[in-house]
């Protein structure tokens, strides 16, 4: 782990004072979720992502992405410099565990109009893009932000299946090692992956065709995807994004697809990704409903979430792009059909987004109605996240 560490800061410092490199931090975020644990115990759990960005100038840029992949920071802290008895497995292995926080989740070099071409040649390792997710179009077409909130480890802190590594954001990750072909356009961008998917591990290989599509009022992004080899005729994929701003009375969201299809295997319900949201505005405010049906696979592995239904009705006040603060009430109901105690949860949260100084704040509390917790002052659920970039 030391060595990863001392070796991406020699590469960053490399870079950065490369005299054609520009270095800048484009994203830094921390997210702390407050709740009673098991022994009824309140504790806090953090999660911090870092996007650094290295820049070689018009015709040429490389970048990485650096994370921390413990689930959770506290543990990295205080286990960072503890000394197990390297003879003892049952003391060395946890804390060897809780240390392996830092993490290069991407290194990619990209080549403006390769072999003068209009095309872009980018050469990746680790994940790259993730597909029908909403997030690219700020950045590529420099629209609001639209996707939808009920995604990442905000409203998913204990990840997917119990795992909370792991969280619904798209409908996939490319992820391997490869390269990615696209044609830059003003309101218009297709992409061509083809790269050893390290989802499904080492001598599989994956491609996927991804189009992205942006207007006034209409947003679209569509992927197809095949594995081989795997399974008994491969596996494929594909989903649909779909955003449509009226100018008026709200807009409507929607992401549809099949994050694994295996042709060989039965076809049923519980292979869609299906999200559902309808928003209207009101002037001074909001209220936006959100439906989503868990997929039985997601990033090609089982999600244990087969039938899962989530349902979320959101008002909210204020514009967070215009007024620099939004605050609002909203309700999950969480159904799943597969839990042998609790199908059903309910909770409700009062939240507040701001920004200042340039750091985006999003605190929210959330109060658990249904299941009533062991012990009373576990219906409160805080969270706290801070954002920003340099």
């Keep these: 782990m030391k060595k990863n560490l001392l070796l991406a800061m020699a590469l960053i410092a490399a870079l950065g004072s490369a005299s054609a490199a520009g270095l800048s931090v484009s994203e830094f975020a921390i997210l702390s979720n407050g709740r009673v644990n098991s022994a009824g115990l309140f504790m806090l759990s953090t999660r911090m992502n870092l996007d650094m960005l290295v820049e070689g100038g018009a015709k040429f840029a490389a970048w990485f992405r650096m994370s921390f992949a413990s689930d959770d920071l506290e543990s990295y802290f205080e286990n ?18 809780a240390t392996r926080g830092f993490a290069v989740r991407t290194a990619a070099v990209s080549i403006q109009e390769a072999f003068g071409s209009p095309l872009e040649l980018t050469l990746f390792a680790g994940r790259l893009d993730e597909f029908c997710s909403g997030s690219d179009f700020p950045a590529l077409f420099g629209t609001k932000t639209f996707s939808t909130k009920l995604k990442g ?67 679209l992004e569509g992927f197809l995807g095949a594995t081989f080899p795997a399974a008994e005729a ?84 204020g514009d967070l792009t215009d007024d620099g603060i939004m605050g609002g009430v909203e309700t999950l109901l969480a159904y799943d059909p597969e839990s ?51």
């Design 153 to 219: 480890f905000m409203y998913y802190p204990d990840g997917i299946g119990g795992d909370p590594s792991r969280w619904y954001d798209g409908l996939h990750t490319a992820y391997g090692t490869g390269l990615r072909l696209s044609l830059p356009g003003e309101n218009f961008r297709p992409y061509l992956y083809l790269y050893q998917d390290l989802w499904m591990g080492q001598g599989t290989w994956s491609a996927d065709a991804r189009v992205l599509f942006n207007s006034e009022r209409v947003k």
């Design 234 to 317: 491969g596996l494929y994929r594909a989903g649909l994004l779909f955003h449509y701003d009226t100018g008026a009375i709200g807009d409507f969201y929607a992401q549809v697809g099949i994050p694994r299809w295996d042709p060989a295997a039965a076809f049923g319900p519980e292979l869609l990704y299906f999200m559902f949201e309808p928003r209207i505005d009101f002037g001074f405010g909001a209220l936006n409903l959100s439906l989503f049906f868990h997929p039985a696979w997601y990033l090609q592995a089982p999600t244990g979430e087969d039938g899962s239904l989530d349902m979320r009705v959101d008002l909210n006040f």
């Design 340 to 390: 042998a105690t609790v199908p059903l949860t309910v909770e409700s949260a009062a939240y507040v987004q701001t920004i200042m100084s340039g750091v985006r704040i999003d605190a929210k509390l959330t109060v658990r109605a249904f299941p009533f917790p062991d012990v009373w002052y576990g219906i409160f659920m805080p969270s706290l996240g801070l954002t920003t970039s340099f």
């Design 80 to 97: 960072l410099y503890a000394t197990p008895d390297p003879i003892d497995p049952a003391q060395a292995i946890p804390i060897l565990d």
